[in-house]
């Protein structure tokens, strides 16, 4: 070799490869080649430093503030322990909760389906005016 002096090895031990143009980690510091700078392929164990995701609780779904420095699995235990809103009646709220008007009708809808005509709210078998015996409004309605 000409130049021995050029280039580094990389940090990772599998590899190890002479690389002449090394990228330096900027979470740990070490060098390393093009297949192995980044924190997963290196399993950088500074990465968490570097991280500007911000987590989730996965129960109450409420982002969680992470300083810098801080490990984001420790502090969303933290939250969990301490500070989570989770409240496991609330997963079992009703979601078919518009009752249809039409006399004898028992079904529900999860969105309002309002007449235009009466302002009355419907299911989706009841919608059309025709359907609801519709008495909101003077004009003649068509059966076309």
């Known amino acids: 070799m000409e130049l021995p ?3 580094e090895h990389c940090s990772e031990r599998s590899c190890k490869q002479l690389d002449f ?7 740990c510091g070490e060098v390393f080649c093009k297949d192995h700078i980044r924190y997963d392929d290196h399993k950088c164990s500074s990465a968490y430093k570097k991280n500007v995701q911000v987590p989730v609780c ?10 810098r420095g801080e490990i984001p699995d420790i502090v969303v235990g933290a939250h969990i322990d301490k500070d989570c809103q989770y409240n496991p009646a ?6 078919f ?11 529900r809808e999860m969105m309002k389906v309002v007449c235009d005509q009466c302002g009355s709210s419907f ?4 919608r059309h005016p025709l359907d609801h015996d519709c008495r909101g409004s003077s004009q ?3 059966k076309a």
Do not use: E, F
């Open 90 to 95: 609330q997963q079992k709220q009703k979601i």
């Open 123 to 126: 299911c989706i078998k009841h």
């Open 97 to 107: 909760t518009n009752k249809c008007t039409k006399p004898g009708c028992k079904r």
């Open 58 to 67: 996965p129960l109450c779904n409420t982002p969680i503030p992470v300083q």
């Open 140 to 142: 003649p309605i068509s």
């Open 5 to 7: 002096w050029l280039g």
């Open 21 to 27: 143009l090394p990228l330096k980690c900027d979470a």
